[in-house]
């Protein structure tokens, strides 16, 4: 019974030991000694696959604040971190701290798109420049965009994603009511040859574009990432706040501004209890390479938010409809 115990072992561990190292599970422990990864986006430049995500002030310091982390693959699976980006670093010293990143790659160069963080309703989206993805020079003008207050607004713009469609450049942006409780999604928008500098963005629209209605989306839409198929814009998206669970939901769009959910249930669900995103599914990118396969990024954890792991699943398409490839 041993002996074939053994062998049974022998044959499948290496099996195991596979399937564990194909799994991304990346955790940035350089400012708390935890692991500690939130808001993936990813970009390929020059190459190499690029990724940056949100990391803690250094051991919860009072003074310091929350920054970016910047890491690098081959594969999409392997990460090393290579440096990270601060309000210093970067430029922009009176911030209180900087996260939730989204990079795009334009004639060469990355062009970074951060919020500020810290300042509550006076949170904005700031821009970013860089010739190597690594070391960044704040625009000038930040903070290049915050809506007006409004009936549906407070004035914040967080979790930016920037996306050209149809000529335009379209800014996503999460947002709070005027009573500071619910979160939801807004965009606004800038010509094609736009700098991306404060007074080129305009408020598209006058209201959410996408506000939370279904019991598992509680008070909160936030971080919103775009892809193409064919002549549709498909949205990933965060539904719920934090820990809640966060989950992940999926709608579609032909203009960009209207949006319509692709099903009433998450697409991406928190794990079981006892697995490793048990707390939340949460804050997607959905990456597309250079070859056309799509990849959706997300953070997770099993401890309410103690540490924060960052993780990818390939997501393939039928019939205009995602699916994940580890669910067909």
Known sequence: MKRALFLLVSVLLPFMLWAQQERMMFGDTSRVGVPYSKDPHVINFNGTYYMYYSIPPKNWSKTEGWGVGVATSTDLVNWNRVGEITTASVGNPDMKGMCAPCALVLEGKVHLFYQSYGSGKRDAICHAVSS?????????????????????????????EVTKYKGRYFLYFATRDPAYKIQQQGVAVAKGDTDFSA???????????????????????????????????????????????????????????????????????????????????????????????????????NDKGKTWYITQEEVLWKHGKPYLKSEQ
């Open 132 to 160: 190597d993805g690594v070391r960044f020079v704040a625009d000038r003008s930040n903070p290049i965009y915050r809506p007006e207050e409004a009936d549906w607004t407070c004035g914040r713009a967080i979790d930016a």
């Open 199 to 301: 007074g080129s963005w305009t408020t598209a629209c006058d209201k959410p574009i996408l506000a939370p209605v279904y019991d598992w989306e509680g008070l909160c839409i936030e971080g919103a990432s775009i892809c193409y198929k064919g002549k549709k814009m498909y949205m990933f998206y965060a539904g719920s706040y934090n820990n809640d669970p966060q989950q992940i939901g999926v709608a579609v769009s032909r203009d960009g501004i209207h949006w319509k959910r692709l099903s009433a249930e998450p697409f991406k669900r928190n794990g079981k209890p006892g697995e490793w995103n048990s707390s939340e599914s949460g804050h997607p990118h959905l990456f597309t390479d250079v070859d056309g396969r799509t990849y959706l990024f997300y953070q997770g954890n």
